[in-house]
């Protein structure tokens, strides 16, 4: 059963790693198996097809997101604020960006209300219903701060590169549009 498990790690990072190098379609299952060192057919042993791999990814994501704050909360780490709740998601998501683009490419490609995006609002929120009510205009907030965070940690570093300019301007200044 251990071994199982490495397997289907190995084949998860190797996943992770190469969609976030190459993007989600232009990455085959082919490529998935030949950087795990693994085979297809082992692939298929563990996910039915590609899109369910990135599922995975993301539904990981959600956990270790929900786990760590949680973490933090219980620990007296971070105060239990709704406004506490919103720097951690954005550093989170800075921190796992490579994972949080895919799923907004995801989202705006198929439109699909099943996604890391639109998902960790509530998966964090719901964790605390004796500290935090979700509200709708909180999922909102949550759902406009990740795509913001997404986008503006996406072009950052080559706007200012092209520009040769800090990072602090192109934020001030997307803040400022």
Do not use: W
């Amino acid at each position: 059963m251990a071994k199982e498990n490495k397997t289907k790690e190995k084949i998860l990072k190797s996943a992770e790693k190469l969609f976030a190098e190459r993007g989600y379609d232009a990455v085959s299952i082919d490529d998935i198996a030949k950087e795990a060192e693994t085979t297809k057919s082992l692939f298929f042993y563990y996910f039915e097809k590609k899109p369910d791999i990135l599922h995975t990814l993301m539904r990981n994501k959600i956990k270790e997101a929900v786990e760590k704050f949680s973490a933090k909360i219980v620990s007296g780490e971070i105060p239990p604020k709704k406004e506490e709740v919103y720097i951690y998601a954005e550093n989170f998501i800075k921190d796992n960006l490579a994972i949080s683009r895919i799923a907004l490419f995801e989202l705006l490609k198929t439109n699909s209300g099943t996604n890391f995006i639109m998902d960790l609002p509530h998966e964090i929120f719901s964790k605390f219903p004796h500290i935090f009510e979700l509200t709708d205009e909180d999922e909102i907030k949550f759902i406009v701060l990740t795509v913001k965070t997404v986008i503006l940690s996406s072009l950052c570093d080559n706007l200012c590169q092209k520009f040769d300019v800090e990072k602090s301007f192109v934020e001030n200044l997307y803040n400022e549009i």
